[in-house]
């Protein structure tokens, strides 16, 4: 099972952008699905993106589309997530995941490995 090290999170004012970051260990990353997701204080773990094997294929959560972007390098087994005009609801912590599926999956049951997340604060 791939390990898996968020980075980058930290507070930020509205309007304001920041860039996460996931870190995978091992030597078959490019075979995983990965995703991004978000828990709030008192509210379940929620979808935010996700992104194929190639990074040809992504897919947002209607709240972020427009504003986040997922990309992955393979070369580097890294995942990232570009936040922009981030607002006080997207203060959350936030996960990124890896899934063994061929086609990429916005359910929370479809990933099996999880970082321990990094905390993002949008302030107003």
């Known amino acids: 099972q791939v390990q898996l090290v968020e980075s980058g999170g930290g507070l930020v004012q509205a309007g304001g952008s920041l860039r996460l970051s996931c870190a995978a260990s091992?030597?078959?990353?490019?075979?995983?699905?990965m995703g991004w997701f978000r828990q709030a204080p008192g509210k379940e773990r929620e979808f935010v993106a996700v992104?194929?094997?190639?990074?040809?294929?992504?897919h947002y959560a209607d709240s972020v589309k427009g504003r986040f972007t997922i990309s992955r390098d393979n070369t580097k087994n890294t995942l990232s997530l570009q936040m922009n005009s981030l607002k006080p609801e997207d203060t959350a912590v936030y996960y990124c995941?890896?899934?063994?599926?061929?086609?990429?999956?916005?359910?929370?049951?479809?990933?099996?490995?999880w970082g321990q997340g990094t905390q993002v604060t949008v302030s107003s």
């Open positions: 992104i194929n094997w190639t990074g040809g294929t992504t």
């Open positions: 995941a890896a899934s063994r599926r061929v086609g990429v999956s916005t359910s929370l049951a479809d990933f099996g490995s």
């Open positions: 091992g030597r078959a990353f490019a075979t995983y699905i």
